[in-house]
T-cell receptor, first 111, second 114 residues
């Protein structure tokens, strides 16, 4: 079982749609959680951290369920510019921090 | 503010040739530094990480090596490239804060071994 698993997609949605990405992690000792965005042939960039209480940044909402070891990202009112690969990231302290990246979920937003 | 730069951005190298990718970080001191590789259509693979000058940990045994000659400089090298070394190489640094270990990437280097 992979340490961080994501649905690879691709997700094809029309502009204005709401889309949700799910991610599960296997290590219950995981401490920090993030979503990154990666555009084609570019480096991954931090989209948002994920807090236990859930957090929102504009059209983006992240949720964490520690009991189920599950993380989600919701994008409302999708824009063409949201087309990218979204990476689920988990960090745990193993004497030094270990950061694990999911393989990513590809999103295409169509006009 | 902190910035990270790596170079070259793109290179095409013949099999058996050497490799040197360089990365520098500005605006912070004693960062954790990383080299990742992303093969076409694949996820990120951690190759090396460093917590200080001269301290290198290897995650995947292969024909690559890394060095950290200065606090904010990280170098990825190979003496003889293989076709399988082709990919997108990313240098990164991290800081530890409220959100945990947050990683920031350089622009990446596209390597094609022919």
């Amino acid at each position: 079982r992979k340490e961080v698993e994501q649905d690879p997609g691709p997700f094809n949605v029309p502009e204005g749609a709401t889309v949700a990405f799910n991610c599960t992690y296997s290590n219950s000792a995981s401490q920090s959680f993030f979503w990154y965005r990666q555009d084609c042939r570019k480096e991954p960039k931090l989209l948002m951290s994920v807090y236990s209480s859930g957090n929102e940044d504009g059209r983006f909402t992240a949720q964490l369920n520690r009991a189920s070891q599950y993380i989600s990202l919701l994008i409302r009112d999708s824009k063409l510019s949201d087309s990218a690969t979204y990476l689920c990231v988990v960090s745990l302290n193993t004497g030094g921090f270990k950061t694990i990246f999911g393989a990513g979920t590809r999103l295409f937003v169509k006009a | 503010s902190q910035t990270i730069h790596q170079w070259p951005a793109t290179l095409v190298q013949p099999v058996g040739s050497p490799l040197s990718l360089e990365c520098t970080v500005e605006g912070t001191s004693n960062p954790n530094l990383y080299w990742y590789r992303q093969a076409a259509g694949r996820g990120l693979q951690l190759l090396f990480y460093s917590v200080g000058i001269g301290q290198i940990s290897s995650e995947v045994p292969q024909n690559l090596s890394a060095s950290r000659p200065q606090d904010r400089q990280f170098i990825l090298s190979s003496k003889k490239l293989l076709l399988s070394d082709s990919g997108f190489y990313l240098c990164a640094w991290s800081t530890q804060g409220r959100s945990g270990n947050t990683i920031y990437f350089g622009e990446g280097s596209w390597l094609t071994v022919v």
